[in-house]
């Protein structure tokens, strides 16, 4: 008997799966003074090691990345993606960019992730800590904008095995 992986549907298998988890929410480093140290800080900062690890187990890319900005250059240089210009055609699997978000303080964070369907995404959350699933632009303001509206969509093309 042969079988044929469905590597497309593995993806959105495993982005589901990754729902809850905390593997990703570290990356120790050793500084020029032998500390070590968590560059995601527990997963404030981990949104885009989740995505790069899980499109490196696909091979889209070819190692892992820790920040949004490195991500989202090497994505925009590889032929088995694909920008998607319009919202209104996200499909599941489609690699999600968020606008900036400003702090209290003054600094701004960008934020990466994956579409579930049209209306959800899967991401990490800083504040519970683990890979969560959430409403695609996080919401709707009173006004009926989007909390965080959505920058670029890029779309993985899947190869057979």
């Known amino acids: ?8 549907e593995t993806f959105l298998k495993m982005l589901e799966n990754s729902i809850g988890s905390k593997i990703f929410n570290s990356l120790l480093a050793v500084d020029e003074n032998g500390a070590i140290k968590d560059i995601l800080n527990d997963a404030e900062f981990s949104c885009a090691f989740f995505v790069s690890n899980i499109l490196t187990l696909f091979e889209f890319l070819p190692r892992p990345r820790a920040t949004v900005k490195s991500l989202r250059e090497e994505l925009l240089t590889k032929n088995n993606l694909t920008v998607i210009p319009e919202i209104a055609s996200i499909e599941p699997g489609d690699i999600i960019f968020w606008e900036n978000k400003k702090h209290e303080d003054g600094t701004e964070t960008e934020h990466v992730g994956f579409a579930l369907n049209n209306s959800e995404a899967v991401s990490t959350s800083f504040k519970e800590r683990c890979v969560a699933r959430h409403d695609i632009t ?24």
């Open 1 to 8: 008997m042969s079988l044929q992986i469905l590597k497309k």
């Open 138 to 161: 996080y919401g709707k303001s009173e006004s009926g904008t989007p909390n965080r509206p959505i920058t670029l969509i890029i779309r993985p093309t899947f190869q057979s095995i």
